[in-house]
């Protein structure tokens, strides 16, 4: 994984405490990782993971909805997240995180007795925008919709493995 924030290696520690190969990118004041910078640090993770294979690497830009949307880092796929706890209006005040991402997650669903966040309001905004975008929902927490993430990231190996095997 290759975490990028604007100050503190802290995300990486989480995620290395969990096991798995992770390199902290950060960009002292700049709201967005960019192509060069990533490509620097998959080099850093390579190393990091020593001889392990990456199947998939995981890129969480720098958390905002505006300036990482427009930027390539040279991912397979982009997936925009909006937690319960940031209200529904998201979509539609920030459109081309939607518009540029394959895939809307709705997270922290477990949250959603304490807020007003109407899903299909918010997801149907997405669609408005992107009707290509797959949605999901699912909590960290309780572990509810994982399954359906898990499925997504799996197909998702599978997918690209083919393609590579066209390639070569
Ligand atoms: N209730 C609830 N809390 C969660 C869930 N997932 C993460 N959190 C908590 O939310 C807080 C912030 O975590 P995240 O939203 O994952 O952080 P992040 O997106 O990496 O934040 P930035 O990198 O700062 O943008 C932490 O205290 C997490 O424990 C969830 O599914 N439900
Ligand atoms: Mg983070």
């Not at 990091?48 to 909805?65: H, P």
């Not at 408005?128 to 399954?147: I, V």
């Amino acid at each position: 994984m290759i975490e990028g924030d604007i100050e503190t290696e802290r995300d990486a520690e989480r995620i290395r405490a969990k096991g798995v190969p992770v390199i902290q990118l950060t960009t002292g004041g700049a709201c967005h990782l960019d192509a060069a910078m990533t490509h620097k640090g998959f080099h850093r993770l390579e190393k990091e993971a020593g001889g392990q294979t990456i199947d998939l690497l995981f890129i969480e830009n720098v958390g905002n909805l505006v300036c990482p949307s427009t930027f390539d880092l040279g991912e397979h796929e982009r997936v925009v997240l909006v937690s319960v706890p940031e209200g529904p209006d998201k979509p539609a005040k920030y459109p081309k995180a939607f518009i540029s991402s394959q895939t809307f997650v709705v997270s922290k669903t477990d949250l959603l007795p304490h807020f007003d966040f109407p899903v299909a309001e918010a997801i149907g905004d997405a669609l408005h925008l992107n009707p290509h975008l797959r949605t999901m929902e699912l909590s960290a927490t309780t572990g509810e919709g994982m399954e359906t993430w898990l499925n997504y990231l799996r197909e998702l190996v599978v997918k690209m493995k083919q393609e590579k095997n066209q390639v070569q």
